[in-house]
C-alpha cells in the first residue's frame, strides 16, 4: 500500500476536496448574485443598509447611484424618499413619493405582486409624511388608499423586525388610519391627534 492509498489520506483528501467545492460554490454564487443582479440592485442594497444606520446622506448617494444606472429604479426611487423623509426634507421626499406613485400606477402590471406591494407601500410612507407634518387628512387618505391597493404589504413589521425591536403589537398603518379617522370626526377642540411614544413606534414601509 502506497502513501497515495492509505485510508488516512484517502480520507484527508475527500475533506479537502469537499471543502474546496464548497468554497468555490459560494465565490461562485455571490460572483453570478452581482453579475447576474438587474442594473441598480447592488447600489440599492448598499443604500438599504446605510438606511437601516441612520446615515441618509452617505444613503441617498448610493440610491442616486443606483438611479444613474438604472433610470425609475423603484427600489431606489423608494429608498431615496425614505431618506429624504428622515432627513427632514419634507417637500422633497413628498416631491419623491409622489414621483413613485405616479410611475409605478403608470407601469405596475397587475400581476406584479412585488410592484403593487411598493405602490402600496409609498403611498403608506407619503401618508407618514402627511402625518407627520400635520396634514391629518391626506394622512388618512393615503393610508386608506394603502390598505385598499396591499393591505398585507403595509400590516406592520414581520417577526423578525419584531424581535429586533422588541415589539409585539407595533404600530401599523391600519392602526394609525382607525384612530385618525376616530379623531377626525369629533370636533376640532376636542381631538388629540398625536400620541408620541404610540407615533414614534411607526415604521418606514420598503418592500
Known amino acids: ?14 475533506i479537502l476536496m469537499a471543502i474546496a467545492t464548497f468554497v468555490m460554490f459560494t465565490i461562485w454564487a455571490v460572483v453570478r448574485q452581482f453579475v447576474e443582479a438587474p442594473a441598480g440592485d447592488y447600489e440599492v442594497r448598499q443604500g438599504d443598509i446605510l438606511l437601516g444606520d441612520k446615515e441618509y446622506g452617505q444613503a441617498l448617494e448610493r440610491f442616486a447611484a443606483a438611479l444613474a444606472v438604472a ?9 431615496r424618499a425614505i431618506a429624504l423623509l428622515e432627513s427632514g426634507r419634507y417637500d ?3 416631491a419623491a413619493f409622489t414621483y413613485l406613485i ?4 403608470a407601469n405596475v402590471d397587475p400581476d406584479d405582486a412585488t410592484g403593487i406591494a411598493v405602490l402600496a407601500g409609498a403611498y403608506a410612507n407619503r401618508g407618514i409624511l402627511y402625518d407627520r407634518t400635520e396634514r391629518y387628512e391626506k394622512a388618512l387618505a393615503d393610508y386608506s ?5 396591499d393591505d398585507g404589504a403595509v400590516e406592520g413589521p414581520d417577526l423578525v423586525h419584531r424581535i429586533l425591536y422588541g415589539r409585539s403589537r407595533p404600530a401599523t398603518v391600519r392602526k394609525r388610519a382607525e384612530y385618525l379617522q376616530q379623531q377626525l370626526a369629533l370636533p376640532e377642540t376636542e381631538r388629540l391627534m398625536r400620541v408620541p411614544e404610540i407615533d414614534s413606534e411607526q415604521r ?3 418592500p
Open 92 to 94: 422633497e421626499a413628498e
Open 102 to 105: 405616479d410611475y409605478l400606477t
Open 145 to 149: 388608499q394603502a390598505l385598499k391597493i
Open 71 to 79: 433610470p425609475d429604479h423603484r427600489g431606489a426611487l423608494m429608498g
Open 204 to 206: 418606514m414601509y420598503k
Open 1 to 14: 500500500m502506497t502513501a497515495l492509498t492509505h485510508p488516512r489520506v484517502i480520507r484527508r483528501f475527500i
